[in-house]
């Protein structure tokens, strides 16, 4: 069973949501962060970088909430175009932050004479 640990933030409801939309079977712990919990030895055990969202499935885990949304629509056929002679590729990049966007939005180099 699928194994979800997080908190009251947008990227655990955002999970939860595609997990109730799509039916699935999972068991949802919570992880206390403003008391720290996610500091603990037990929680560590289960990501070692601390941080929530995270889901635990097959002994592995699987972090970043945007690339588990990616993973359980794949898995649930959900939202893809599914059994066609057309195949459905998500993009991960309109989901990401891009800092390299507002580089190109900077000063304009200045150049001889003007």
Known sequence: MLKLY??????TLKILMLLFETGSDFEFIPINIR???QYSPDFRAVNPAGKVPV???DGRHQTESNAIL?????????GLVARTVYTA???????????ALSIS???RA???GG
Do not use: Q
């Not at 997080?6 to 990227?11: H, V």
């Open 6 to 11: 997080g908190y009251d933030t947008i990227n």
């Open 35 to 37: 008391t720290g919990e």
């Open 55 to 57: 889901i635990w499935n």
């Open 70 to 78: 990616l993973s359980l629509a794949k898995k649930a056929s959900w």
């Open 89 to 99: 590729v998500i993009d991960p990049y309109p989901f990401l932050p891009t800092p």
């Open 105 to 107: 939005r900077g000063k």
């Open 110 to 112: 200045k150049t001889e």
